[in-house]
């Protein structure tokens, strides 16, 4: 579903072509308000603060969590669901 992608933070593993937010885990949440998005996914390692302030901003976030390989597996399967594309 990468071409669903409206950005992703510079530590991703994605496409040269898809932007980059500044601020890696710490994205500056007005800078991801003017992207427009229908789903901001973050990760257990994004601060409280910036998924509050997200949040705040009207924006659907996703936390996915990685800690554990059973976690992983999990999260895949939720985004899956969410993006509706096969898991």
């Known amino acids: 579903a990468s071409g669903r992608l409206a950005a992703v933070t510079?530590?991703?593993?994605?496409?040269?072509?898809?932007?980059?937010?500044?601020g890696g885990i710490q994205p500056e949440p007005e800078a991801v308000l003017a992207l427009s998005p229908d789903l901001v996914l973050a990760t257990q390692l994004t601060p409280s603060a910036t998924r509050d302030r997200l949040r705040s901003l009207g924006l659907r976030l996703e936390v996915v969590e990685t800690a554990s390989l059973p976690a992983i597996r999990s999260a895949m399967a939720r985004l899956a669901s969410l993006l509706g594309t096969p898991s």
């Open 10 to 22: 510079p530590f991703c593993d994605a496409p040269a072509s898809i932007p980059r937010l500044p």
